[in-house]
Nanobody
């Protein structure tokens, strides 16, 4: 079994910052992909940022230069540092990991954490 636990969401004023965390636990050999998605009301879920096992990152154009994704391999944890937040960043944020368990790739989603940017 592999479980993901997200934390760090909340209410923040425009221009503020938040850091999201997603910790994976279980019989994990390695993690090939770690990403953050978000879904705003009435919109489709979209990829915000991703980091791969080699360290390569990519970002949605809307967050480039404001958000930073990072990972701690020793803790099986991925982070999303969000700066200069805007009201349009309001959404439920989900982490998504592809973990290797006994030579098998498994995709797992976090439970979601709400980020609200409002004055």
């Amino acid at each position: 079994q592999v479980q993901l636990v997200e934390s760090g969401g909340g209410l923040v004023q425009p221009g503020g910052s938040l850091r999201l965390s997603c910790a994976a636990s279980g019989d994990i050999f390695s993690i090939n992909f770690m990403g953050w998605y978000r879904q705003a009301p009435g919109k489709q879920r979209e990829l915000v940022a991703a980091i791969r096992s080699g360290g390569t990152t990519n970002y949605a154009d809307s967050v480039q230069g404001r958000f930073t994704i990072s990972r701690d391999n020793a803790k099986n944890t991925v982070y999303l540092q969000m700066n200069s937040l805007k009201p349009e960043d309001t959404a439920v944020y989900y982490c998504n990991l592809v973990v290797v368990v006994r030579s098998i790739d498994l995709e797992r989603w976090g439970q979601g954490t709400l980020v609200t940017v409002s004055s």
